[in-house]
């Protein structure tokens, strides 16, 4: 069974709008959260990551939120642009272990 | 710097065929991976390689074979193809075995079986 629970599935969000992906996990020992973004046809690339001793990241208009006590996390996408279309990835990992991706998020954002 | 590349790009083979699917970075990184991608299940490692040398099964090994030829080189072989290995594989590498780091994507090798 998936290690980290992704939701939505898809969402569609017109230029200038916000797009939210969200991401649960049961593992406590997990403690590295990256998102990596696909487009299609191309490998899936590193877009931003996260360590749960900081409850928000903020790159360009992407941000991570995280809570730890909720064991969730999130990536808010800002003034969404057509460019952004893409698949999103959540993924968590602890020291050791192995990345755990979750199902992802493909993202339409209209003209 | 080409970073991590993946051949071939597509194949289609028939139950019961094999093939190896090829990778190779320019990065001089130590750890390579191998992951399958299904439609809702995001990304599922089936084996990696923390240095040259060394292999480990990852999430979902039965039915592949992999080999570390060298630094540069990591293959994953189909011995006897089935139709649920039909998918999308990645090849990844980054610079040390730490999960932590991160990893590069090739392209993809687009497989159907028949």
Redesign the interface.
Known sequence: QQQVKQSPQSLIVQKGGISIINCAYENTAFDYFPWYQQFPGKGPALLIAIRPDVSEKKEGRFTISFNKSAKQFSLHIMDSQPGDSATYFCAATDSWGKLQFGAGTQVVVTP | NAG?TQTPKFQVLKTGQSMTLQCAQDMNHNSMYWYRQDP??????IY?SASEGTTDK??VPNGYNVSRLNKREFSLRLESAAPSQTSVY?C?SSENR???E???????TRLLVL
């Open positions: 991590v809702g299940m995001g990304l599922r490692l990696y990852g999430e990645f990844a730490l999960y932590q991160t990893q590069y994507f090739g392209p993809g």
